[in-house]
């Protein structure tokens, strides 16, 4: 084979190949620009996106809130392997929910009436000496009662009045929202958070299956004592924030 004459045949192939990456070069180097961009966009927007499925793992575990999400508490829920032990270690920090404050709050709204402020007052009292249980029953009886009156049904159905109240609050026009005065992010919070929440909440099943019990917070086996679970200090916080969930949106309604 004439290796030298096969090498004057592609010389012409190679020329055109060098002079193709040259006049690539500048494409490259723009691509590689737009790809470095795209990454960084990326990042930033999983870095902001964070506070978001904060918020989704939060509500996956019935815990309603409303307070923004700093970037300490985000990535402790987020690596959080036991969401509900990392959240056990938080309700006892004020600057996280300061749970005296927020009975204070929700005893001044209309919407309870004035025996279920003493049961509200009594089920915390309960709550912090450990009487978990008798809280847990105390809380979820104050917040049937508050739903009643914001959802304007006394029917006994916790699906058809919780139904009720988001629909409402699927109605609020923009200007209601801003009303609120909270912050957007604080808004979807609340608003994502309780209304997940309240999905495990009212979920039905029968009584005669205990194979079938809820593992969630479940107002039907709670109230009606079939509950085979102790109940835990955070069962009742959890509770306490629906409460004020329901207050915070029955209230501007």
């Known amino acids: 084979m004439d290796f030298n004459k096969l090498n004057n045949n592609f010389s012409g192939l ?3 190949a060098n002079t193709l990456s040259e006049y690539l070069k500048p494409y490259s180097e723009m691509m590689k620009t737009i790809n470095q961009n795209i990454t960084a966009a990326l990042e930033n927007f999983a870095e902001k996106a964070k506070p978001f499925n904060a918020f989704h793992i939060l509500a996956k575990h019935q815990f309603t809130y409303w307070k923004p999400l700093y970037p300490d508490v985000v990535d402790g829920i987020i690596d959080s392997i036991d969401v509900n032990k990392y959240l056990s270690g938080k309700i006892d920090d004020k600057s996280f929910i300061d749970y005296n404050e927020l009975c204070d709050e929700m005893a001044n ?12 007052y ?3 009292q309960a709550m912090n000496i450990g009487l978990y249980d008798l809280a847990l029953i105390g809380i979820v009886t104050v917040f049937d009662g508050v739903l009643s009156i914001a959802a304007q049904n006394t029917t006994t159905s916790i699906s058809k009045r919780l139904n009720e109240i988001e629909d409402k ?6 200007e209601q929202w801003e009303s609120l005065d909270e912050s957007d992010i604080t808004a979807f919070g ?19 299956k205990p194979e079938k019990e809820p593992k969630s917070l479940n ?19 959890k509770m306490i924030n629906a409460l004020y969930g329901l207050i915070y949106f029955g209230s501007p309604i």
Request: some cysteine; glycine content about 4%.
């Open 219 to 237: 107002r039907h086996w709670i109230s009606h004592g079939r509950k085979t679970t102790n109940a835990t200090k955070l069962d009742c916080c």
């Open 190 to 208: 609340m608003y994502f958070t309780w209304t997940e929440s309240m999905k495990g909440f009212q979920e039905y099943s029968e009584f005669n």
């Open 14 to 16: 190679y020329s055109f």
């Open 169 to 174: 609050i699927d109605r609020l026009s923009e």
């Open 122 to 124: 009594q089920a915390t």
């Open 109 to 120: 709204s209309p919407l309870l009436t004035d025996t279920n402020k003493a049961i509200l």
